[in-house]
């Protein structure tokens, strides 16, 4: 590390621990040292939209706080007695044994104790996700992956493949914010052309059966530009099972159709049927974009037209996409925040530069978020422009105070939000996008102190 992140925009590998969460009665159960597992929380949870502790986190989440004895003499045998409580106080369908640094620097393995237990019959999962192993999105990666190879692979060894079942593999929850409410409109979008969808994470979700049917599938979607890339790469070798990537999260009426005729085209589904969901949703959807009309027309002359995202690639990507394609914004610069390797840095440069040409030397990759708002705040003195930033909470003094822009909050943290189940995905997220975006003309009283509202 050149230097030290003053505003990290992501968490470490042990945040993997709330994409345990995320699936129905998933349980963590963290070899760390006192606090680690409780910042993580602060971070993904607290700080994404105060999406609440659920059933088994903040709090209540099992950790073997190591000390320096563990350090010392090695801390398995804490691990085994922490793992033995957490079976008899907490149900759960699955059970991830998530280290910790210190736990990986001394080199504990909790895979091998994992597998104790699991001989006995429970579903105990370990994990090597100490901070060093890279950040959350990593952390994500290796929690997946490690369900599928130490339990999912073992209980269920041949396929019994289901026509027209997908699995789909995408945003990274707490992560993305909206995770909720994007996984629920994409399984909406999915089941509207006539498939069965295991959406994995979230209340849309049947839990972790819903896991153990991932072999069962006709094919995997991975719909980001590398997440869950792995995944589907894992489930060919197993299982041969199809994947179709689709880089770019479907936002607005263009981009979603598109992904629906790809996906339909794909599992070979009914064209006629896709052809008519697509055609009902447009309706519904232009239906309530027409009356926007009558605002830019009004007041045509308080509206940004300049856009910086700051995101990861696959929400940033989607919302630039269609704020550049569908609402006219001239692209200005795009923060990528995950820290990906040079690999996929190729392909996120290669996917939003087709968004607009205007992006070629305007991608910025970097997730200390004092350095974006160095670079951003010189960008925005520079053009004089009333703009929109799609950035976090962090942004709101730096943005709001320079050429009357307005913030829309697409990354963590998020703590002056309450977040449920919003979404920015499909047609119905994209009209969500749109009145956070010109409802920001009326926050500081850009207009309602130049009309004749105040008189």
């Known amino acids: 590390m050149s230097h030290l992140i003053e505003q990290a925009k992501f968490s470490c590998a042990l945040g993997g621990l709330q994409t345990v969460l995320?699936?129905?009665?998933?349980?963590?159960?963290?070899?760390?040292?006192?606090?680690?597992?409780?910042?993580?929380?602060?971070?993904?949870?607290?700080?994404?939209?105060?999406?609440?502790e659920g059933y088994a986190g903040g709090g209540q989440i099992s950790c073997t706080n190591s000390t320096q004895s563990e350090v010392i003499f090695g801390g398995e045998k804490k691990l085994r007695a922490t793992v033995e409580g957490t079976l008899k106080v907490i149900d759960g369908s699955l059970y991830v044994i998530l280290a910790g640094c210190s736990a990986g620097i001394i080199g504990d393995d909790v895979?091998?104790?994992?597998?104790?237990?699991?001989?006995?019959?429970?579903?105990?999962?370990?994990?090597?996700?100490?901070?060093?192993?890279?950040n959350n999105y990593q952390g994500h990666e290796i929690v997946v992956n490690a369900i599928i190879d130490q339990y999912i692979s073992y209980e269920v060894q041949k396929a019994n493949v289901r026509k027209d079942l997908v699995n789909v593999f995408s945003v990274v929850p707490f992560q993305d914010a909206y995770w909720r409410g994007d996984l629920h409109e994409i399984k909406r979008l999915l089941e509207g052309i006539g498939l069965e969808v295991n959406i994995l994470y979230g209340p849309e979700s049947k839990g972790f059966s819903e896991w153990?049917?991932?072999?069962?599938?006709?094919?995997?979607?991975?719909?980001?530009?590398?997440?869950?890339?792995?995944?589907?790469?894992?489930?060919?070798?197993?299982?041969?099972?199809?994947?179709?990537?689709?880089?770019?999260?479907?936002?607005?009426?263009?981009?979603?159709?598109?992904?629906l005729r790809k996906v339909s085209e794909f599992a070979g589904l009914d064209k006629e049927k896709t052809e008519s969901f697509i055609a009902a949703e447009e309706k519904q959807y232009?239906?309530?974009?027409?009356?926007?009309?009558?605002?830019?027309?009004?007041?045509?002359?308080?509206?940004?037209?300049?856009?910086?995202?700051?995101?990861?690639?696959?929400?940033?990507?989607?919302t630039s996409k269609f704020i550049v394609e569908e609402l006219g914004f001239t692209p200005k610069a795009f923060y990528d925040i995950e820290n990906p390797d040079t690999g996929t840095k190729e392909l996120i440069e290669k996917t939003i530069k087709e968004i607009d040409d205007r992006y070629d030397g305007n991608i910025i990759f970097e997730g200390d978020n004092k350095v974006i708002q160095d670079d951003l705040s010189a960008r925005l003195d520079e053009s004089k422009v009333r703009s929109l930033v799609l950035g976090s909470s962090w942004d709101k003094e730096l943005v709001t105070g320079r050429n009357e822009s307005i913030l829309v909050r697409l990354s963590l943290p998020i703590t002056d939000?309450?977040?449920?189940?919003?979404?920015?995905?499909?047609?119905?997220?994209?009209?969500?996008?749109?009145?956070?975006?010109?409802?920001?003309?009326?926050a500081e009283g850009m207009i309602t102190n130049t009309t004749h509202a105040d008189h």
């Open 22 to 52: 995320a699936i129905e009665k998933g349980i963590p159960i963290v070899h760390a040292g006192p606090g680690c597992a409780a910042r993580q929380f602060s971070y993904l949870g607290a700080g994404a939209g105060y999406q609440g």
């Open 111 to 134: 895979k091998q104790i994992a597998c104790e237990f699991a001989d006995e019959g429970y579903p105990v999962v370990g994990v090597d996700t100490a901070g060093f192993r890279g």
């Open 212 to 259: 153990m049917d991932i072999p069962n599938a006709e094919f995997n979607l991975v719909l980001s530009p590398w997440v869950g890339l792995s995944t589907a790469k894992k489930l060919e070798s197993l299982y041969k099972t199809p994947y179709l990537h689709v880089p770019v999260l479907p936002v607005g009426l263009k981009e979603t159709g598109r992904f």
């Open 286 to 318: 232009k239906s309530y974009f027409v009356s926007f009309g009558d605002l830019v027309s009004d007041f045509g002359c308080y509206l940004p037209y300049h856009l910086y995202t700051v995101a990861d690639s696959t929400y940033g990507i989607g």
């Open 417 to 442: 939000r309450v977040i449920l189940n919003k979404s920015y995905t499909g047609y119905k997220g994209a009209l969500t996008l749109i009145e956070d975006i010109y409802s920001g003309l009326f």
